[in-house]
């Protein structure tokens, strides 16, 4: 019998995608689903978005580009860097990317070396565990409390760091939890991590998804060092803009790191189709008018899930302040985060996603996307009271 490379052996995957599927067959055995399990918006690609990429594929942009990325794209990436936060990155910074997920594998391939330590949140997105666990990287994890708002403490990190530290991960707004850092704690896990001399990534993925209460201001470590010593920003297109299924993002972070990431990018995928690179420019460069109003309508669903959730026996659900989802407390319905999100889409049809599934802590907690109409919210709420009066 042929061997697996040890490699193939530690491949976790996605697990909300694992959920997607078991969904996908109920649906096609005849059962309605709310799906309130994958991070997916549902609303359409910004239309000139569409356009743009249009354009761009009958003027013949199908060929091989540089694999850094179209060097107009990165010039308007980096001047949306200096709207968004303060500061403007050379070009040589930034790496154009399918996404946001493969960023996470580049610099994490580019920065660890088997046996060395990455600290993540407890929980956090799952994709973390899984890279680290695919370089060799041993993962450390500091845990996310409930009575802190799911907040990261700073203090928890300093404890958590050790001489085999390399890498630090930070994630707001965060997935799953949908908690915001204040700047205050963005600032000083920054000062942690350069104490330490470790890289910094903070996943900004969700960094527009922010509601604007006076607590919860977007902030990133970026700001400190503009990205030249140690932070690299993590971001895509997919969320704020609903294009998840471009595949397409680019990641900021020092110049020597981002060439060693370009590289590796060009050996596994060597470059991103030139009309998508287009068609994000055209994101950035127009009008945002369509994003505000996405996050208008993501602000309202919050507020319609967690007042729905809270009336649920046993379950209590936090207010976040940013990306959309809730991560409520379910201990006290008496079942484990497998348990009720099984019974939930096996008896009401509604798809969510075990806690436990982002690390340890999140045992008897349950993650719920509410990139969902209203009505299909409203819906998932009543089949939940059926099941839980």
């Not at 359409?44 to 540089?66: I, Q």
């Not at 140690?230 to 993002?249: E, L, N, P, V």
């Not at 099984?342 to 993650?367: I, K, Q």
Request: glycine residues 6%; charged residues 20%.
């Amino acid at each position: 019998m042929k061997h697996l490379s040890i490699i193939s052996k530690n491949l976790r995957g996605q697990k909300m995608f694992q959920i997607l599927a078991e969904a996908r067959q109920l649906e096609r055995a005849g059962r309605n689903v709310i799906h309130l399990e994958i991070g997916d918006p549902d609303f359409a690609s910004p239309p000139n978005v569409v356009d743009a990429a249009t354009v761009a594929l009958n003027a013949g942009h199908t060929h091989y580009v540089e694999s850094s990325g179209l060097l107009e794209f990165r010039e308007h990436a980096a001047r949306m860097t200096n709207r968004s936060r303060g500061f403007q990155p050379t070009t040589d910074q930034i790496l154009v990317t399918p996404g946001a997920n493969i960023q996470l594998y580049l610099a994490m391939a580019c920065t660890l070396n088997p046996g060395d330590e990455v600290i993540v949140t407890d929980p956090c997105f799952v994709s973390y565990i899984s890279i680290s666990q695919l370089v060799g990287a041993h993962t450390v994890y500091v845990p996310l409390r409930e009575s802190n708002g799911f907040r990261l403490d700073p203090n928890d990190l300093a404890e958590a760091m050790s001489p085999r530290t390399r890498l630090v991960i930070i994630n707001s707004p965060h997935n799953p939890t949908g908690s915001v850092l204040r700047a205050e704690e963005i600032e000083n896990i920054y000062k942690i991590a350069e104490a330490a001399d470790v890289y910094l990534l903070s996943d900004e993925v969700y960094g527009r998804m922010v509601y604007d209460d006076e607590s919860t201001q977007f902030a990133s470590p970026s700001v400190f060092d503009q990205c030249q010593e140690r932070t690299i920003i993590a971001h895509s297109f997919s969320k704020s803009y609903a294009m998840t299924g471009w595949r397409i993002g680019a990641v900021t972070g020092p110049a020597k790191l981002i060439e060693r990431m370009g590289m590796l990018l060009e050996t596994v995928t060597s470059c991103v189709s030139p009309f998508i690179q287009y068609a994000a420019i055209e994101a950035m460069s127009s009008p945002q008018d369509y994003v505000t109003d996405m996050i208008r309508a993501y602000r309202r669903r919050r507020d319609l899930i967690v007042r729905g959730l809270n009336e649920i026996p046993g379950v209590n659900c936090l207010v976040p302040g940013g990306a959309f989802y809730v991560f409520p407390n379910i201990r006290g319905t008496g079942l484990s985060s497998e348990a009720f999100s099984a019974h939930l889409l096996s008896v009401a049809g509604v798809a969510t996603c075990p806690g436990n599934f982002f690390g340890p802590a999140g045992e008897g907690y349950v993650r719920f996307c509410y990139a969902k109409s209203e009505d299909e919210i409203s819906e998932a709420i009543d089949r939940m009271r059926r099941v839980f009066q």
